[in-house]
């Protein structure tokens, strides 16, 4: 009698035997181990520190390095979490300084293009599973949220007509647009910006929205297609005027 035999007997309790071997089986599983609080914490935190030590020596010493060499520019202070994004075709990258980027993220560049170009500037923070592809160019200005599962879309990829999408051709130029966001533009997460769209500065973008035209400076747009829902009046700081850099703070202003 072979073991897969055996177990199905166990599992349809035939007999005695194997009904008291199901028993067992069921009492084995039920099996647990006391919680000693003093000892269990100290493992925890135990566990959490090696992981985050080992998290810490594989981004400074393996992640970001392979990251920088296929960059043409990356300032001082980058970060990369999370490991390392995943790159499709030729993509000219340039990352300002203090810049926070999540490896879980995808950034493509079309390849009807000589040199699409992807530029992040200071201070900007780019979320998980972010998805940029890249027409000729997409700029990201200073102290950018782009939360997470965001979509920045400046290139279709495949073409409007059945016939060349069968022969696997790729979009023409003309389904390709350049994208701009402005200094302090916030991105909530799952939002869509499609090809062509500038947004404004300090403007907000809310969750789930799907930006098609421009967005006005210090405006939130809402819903799909995106449509101003609200003015901001941007704050200011200094005996100069000049306007307050602060992004939106804490865990919900990052994920959107």
Known sequence: MGLQQLALKIRRREGVFYNGLYQLAVRIRHIKSPTIPPLHRFLYYERKSRKAFGSYLKRVFYNEPLF??????????????????????????????????????????????EKPALYIGDGSYIGYQVTITVGSMIKIGRNVLVADRVSLIGYDGHPLDPVRRAQHQSAPKEEGRPIIIEDNVWICSNATVLKGVTIGEGAVVATHAVVTADVPPNTVVAGNPARVVKTLRPSFSGEDGERGKAAPTGHHAENG
């Open 68 to 113: 920088k060499s296929i960059c043409r520019k990356v300032g001082d202070r980058f970060c990369l979490v999370n490991g390392i994004p995943w790159i499709e075709g030729h993509l000219d990258i340039y990352i300002g300084d203090k810049v926070t980027l999540n490896g879980i993220t995808t950034l493509s560049g079309a390849t009807v293009w």
